[in-house]
Every structure is written in C-alpha cells, then in structure tokens.
C-alpha cells in the first residue's frame, strides 16, 4: 500500500469547524480524497498526480471515504462508482445530506461511461465525472478547475460572512449565528453570553485624528477580543464602533471576566497615531448561568441596553444580567 | 494455457515513471490471477466480476491494453446471464489468465 503519501493535513471546515473568521486558512496544496476499492488506481493516480501541488489521500471504501470527509474537510473528493460495502452513488449521497462535506466538490470516477451514470452522479451534486481507463492530462485538467472552483468559492464564501477591516464575523453572520447558539442554548439549557461593545466618543477619534487612525483603534480592539476570546466564541464586529461576542457555555460572571481584559487591556493601551489620547470601550453582557428564559430580540435588547446603562453612568465600564438570578452588577474602571 | 504474443507497452519501459507503474502491476499481477483462478474454482461470479472491472479499469493505465481488453470481454460475458454464456465465460477467463500469466511470467 503507497502510505508514503498520505500525509494528512486535518483542517477545520469553513461553516462549522471555524467559529472565529480570522482563523480562517485558504491552503497552498489543497487536501484531495480519492475513494476507490482498487490498489491500481490509487498507485496509479499517486504516481501521475506527483507533481500536482496536491496531498492526495488514500481511502478504499465509500463508508471510510465518508468519515474520512466528515473529519478533515478535503478540497476535493474523487470517488468511483462501483464499490463494495457503500458504493459511490450511496456515498455521494451520504455527502451531500452532511451540512459538514455538502460543499466538497466531488469528481466521479467510473469504469462504465453509461450516460445514465453520469446524469445520475450529476443529478446527486458531483461536479464533474471520469471514465477508466483515464487520460491522464484530461484528468489532470480536469482536476484543476475543479480545486480553482472550490478555492473562488470559498474565498467568496469566506467574504460573505468576514468583516474586510477587522477579520471578524460581519453583521450578516452574526445575525446567522446569534440565532443558531441561541437555539442550541435553549435546547440544551446550558448558560450563555451575549456582549455588545462600543468604543467611547469615537467620533473625536475620527475627527480629530483622521479616519486611519478610527480604522487602527477599530482593527486594534479587533485585536484584544481575538485574543481573549475561545475558538467556540463567535466575536463579530456588529457595525461601525460596535462590535458584539456570542459566548457559548459561558456564564455572565465567567463573561464579565473576559470582558474586563479587553476593556482593561484598551484603557491601557497606547495608539502610535495619538499617544496621549487614550480609548475606552463600555460593555453590555446579557446571559444565562443556568438556561434561556427569555427570547431571542429581548435577549439582544438586554444586552444593548445595559451598553447604554454603562455609557450613561459615565462610559468605561461594564453592565451585567443574569437572567437566571434576574441580578444586575457592575463593574467599574479600577 | 493459449500463450499470446504480449502486446508492446503503451507505456516507455525507459521512463522511470512508466517503469514504476509498470513494474507495480506485474509485481500485482500472480496474486490477481491466484484470486482469478480462487473464484474461478469457486464459481464465484461477483469476485470475478469485481477483478475483471477493475483490469479493465486499470490494466491500459499501467500499459496493459491487451489485459484491460480481455477484462472488458470477460466482464461483458458475466452481463450476460444466459446458461449458455457459461462456457464463453470461462472461455474469456482462461484468455484473461493466460495474458496475465504470459506478462508475469514475461519479465
């Protein structure tokens, strides 16, 4: 068996695996899956494909190919037909019905070239289809336009749902995601968070400074929540100065800690384009220790409103509710 | 054993890649006809049918038109499952296996 060349490369899934966007890895040699029950075609496409800037992974069965997908997200699947235990239609389908593989191109591979084949692979989502015996520049080329199309759509994937100045999640996803946690929050009746932040008098940051300089302190507090927050966290920037943090399995105290390193670390922090200008952020946190109580919007609205309570009672610090002991604290700048 | 001429490579035996591709599958090719020969014993039609599809899949990648021919023939015969066919069946097997014995037995 040629296991000399298959060097796995475990990467994490785009909608799933990934919770905050800067993590976010487009591979130079992307990770390719063939699924074949023959040795000859593995030895052969192993050999042919060297110079591919490809890691090509050998799988023998449609079941394994399958678990194999679900665990390392390959760029690109090529699967054949006729094989024993799950065949490739049954695989292709399993793939497809998976909210984790259903984006893997898959290219079809098959001994029979019976149109009726083809227009069923197609039918179930595969991308492309390969009659044995292979030309093997045809399947080179193949091959090609298959990993630059799912390279573009992932970038564009990827563009959807980043934030270009900050590297977090954008409104859109956060709006997806905050519905998604808050769903899995409610079923579950484990604790959650939700904070909203706001950076204090902004606009005089602007104004003052120029744009640049409002842009650094932005993609800079961008920065601190990255580096404070879990990768189950989702950090998104909500809009202009506001940015919010889904926290999942998080209390409202475990949240308020979290909170007050980024407030602390940015009240501490020295902007190159403005010295002597410090910046202060204020912090609603809204969650659960125990379950979800309350809905989705009210959720959200606790939230904002306790960041205004902290703008109003004198900026710099942050508000707290725990819904499950309906208690409000708060926490100052020391 | 109806001992054919093999048919030239399609592959160059001086290109170290085809040399490799080609050296792997003689080296593959005793144990494929041992199965052959198993299943054969055995009237095991789907394991004859499996190695012939995968021969005729693989075997003019490695260089071995006439190999793949020959499996395609044997897999067309096993399609068809009419009592008659039984003895072209074995006919197209026993050509299949003397192909691969003369290229084993050849290098």
């Known amino acids: ?334 | 054993m109806h001992a054919q001429d093999p048919a030239p490579f399609s592959l160059d035996p001086n290109n170290p890649e085809d040399a490799e591709l080609i050296g792997f599958f003689v080296d593959e090719l005793p144990a494929r006809v041992d199965t052959l020969r198993t299943a054969a014993e055995n009237e095991d039609l789907d394991s004859i049918k499996r190695l012939a599809h995968q021969l005729k899949g693989a075997a003019p990648s490695y260089g071995f038109p006439t190999i793949g021919q020959a499996a395609a023939q044997l897999e067309d015969c096993l399609k068809d499952t009419g009592i008659n066919s039984l003895v072209q069946i074995k006919a197209e097997l026993d050509a299949l296996i003397g192909l691969c014995d003369s290229y084993a037995k050849g290098s």
């Open chain 1, 1 to 334: 068996m040629p296991s000399s060349v298959s060097a796995i490369h475990t990467r994490r899934g785009l909608d799933l695996g990934m919770h905050t966007a800067h993590n976010a890895n487009l591979d130079a040699t992307p990770l390719v899956l063939l699924v074949d029950d023959s040795k000859f075609v593995h030895r052969l496409l192993v050999t042919r494909l060297r110079s591919e800037s490809i890691t090509l992974h050998s799988e023998y069965d449609g079941k394994a190919g399958l678990e194999f997908a679900i665990a390392n997200s390959p760029a690109l699947i090529m699967l054949d037909l006729d094989m024993p235990i799950m065949d490739g239609f049954e695989t292709l389908r399993n793939l497809k019905d998976n909210p984790i593989t259903k984006d893997i191109p898959v290219i079809v591979l098959s001994g029979n070239s019976a149109t009726q084949d083809k227009v069923t692979a197609f039918d179930l989502g595969a991308v492309d289809f390969i009659c044995k015996p292979f030309e093997l520049t045809e399947l080179r080329a193949r091959l090609r336009v298959s990993l630059q199309l799912h390279s573009v759509m992932q970038m564009l994937a990827q563009k959807a749902m980043i934030d270009g100045l900050t590297g977090l999640y954008n409104r859109a996803m956060f709006d997806q995601r905050w519905q998604e946690e808050y769903e899995r929050c409610v079923r579950h009746g484990h604790p959650m968070s939700l904070v909203m932040i706001d950076i204090d008098n902004f606009k005089s940051i602007n104004d003052g400074y120029g744009h640049p300089a409002g842009d650094a302190v932005i993609s800079g507090l961008a920065r601190m929540m990255i580096t404070e927050v879990r990768k189950s966290d989702v950090a998104c920037r909500y809009g202009g100065e506001e940015f919010s943090i889904i926290l999942p399995e998080t209390s409202p105290e475990d949240a308020l800690a979290i909170c007050e390193r980024i407030r602390i670390q940015c009240e501490k922090t020295v902007w190159p384009n403005h010295p002597g200008r410090t910046v202060t952020i204020s912090i609603g946190i809204a969650g659960t220790s125990v379950e979800a109580t309350l809905d989705r919007d009210q959720w959200l609205g606790q939230a904002d409103k306790n960041l205004y309570a902290a703008k109003n009672a004198g900026r710099n610090q942050t508000r707290v509710t725990d819904f499950a002991t309906d208690s409000q604290g708060l926490s100052r700048a020391g």
